[in-house]
């Protein structure tokens, strides 16, 4: 019985064309059942009521995505990219967290995986990029990866970083 009702909780949700109002109309009946008839569903009734819980605590903004036309219902399609991509780099570099060239490099690395993805057979669009913007987006690139190096060489010896920064800053500019 639990069960039947959670399906039917994602049929009425699911249900194509349903407005908002008709949709919390619905779960709103649904939910009042659960509620009286908890007792009936056995070692499950504390679930049911976990759910009640959930289902009450995420009311207010439960029914927006049908008010708006063209709002996906759910972000599952979202999370399914992200989490693929993480368990594509995951597998490619044996780690168990996010490599850090995700921070230095995501914006360019993630954009290419989802590009390919979708169209595959974007080779002729890519031949035809315009290069002054790659150009751009690699300088970018290289500066981040150079700040970081400064960064971990600053922390690793901070004392000779500086040392190395007066050098610089007190050398001729031009050989004697």
């Known amino acids: 019985m639990a069960f039947a009702w959670v399906h039917l909780a994602a049929h009425i949700l699911g249900t194509p064309g349903i407005s908002a109002r008709a ?13 009286r008839h908890r007792d009936k569903v056995g070692g499950l009734g504390a679930a049911v009521g976990h759910f009640l819980k959930v289902s009450r605590s995420y009311w207010p903004g439960l029914f927006h995505c049908y008010e708006v036309t063209d709002l996906p219902r759910t972000n599952n ?3 399914q990219l992200f989490g693929s991509y993480r368990h594509h780099e995951r597998r490619v570099s044996g780690r168990k967290v996010a490599s850090p060239a995700l921070v230095l490099r995501g914006s360019a690395r993630i954009i290419a995986a989802v590009a390919t993805r979708q ?7 890519l031949i035809e990029a315009d290069r002054a913007d790659w150009a751009e987006l690699r300088a970018e690139l290289a500066e981040r990866r150079e700040r970081r190096s400064e ?3 600053f922390r690793h010896d901070p004392e000779g970083y500086l040392r190395q920064l007066e050098a610089k800053l007190t050398q001729p500019i031009l050989p004697p």
Do not use: S
Not at 23 to 34: E, F, N, P, T, V
């Open 77 to 79: 399609a979202l999370e």
């Open 23 to 35: 949709a919390q109309k619905r779960l709103g009946g649904l939910l009042g059942a659960m509620a």
């Open 119 to 125: 169209r595959p057979e974007r080779v002729a669009e």
């Open 151 to 153: 960064r971990r060489r």
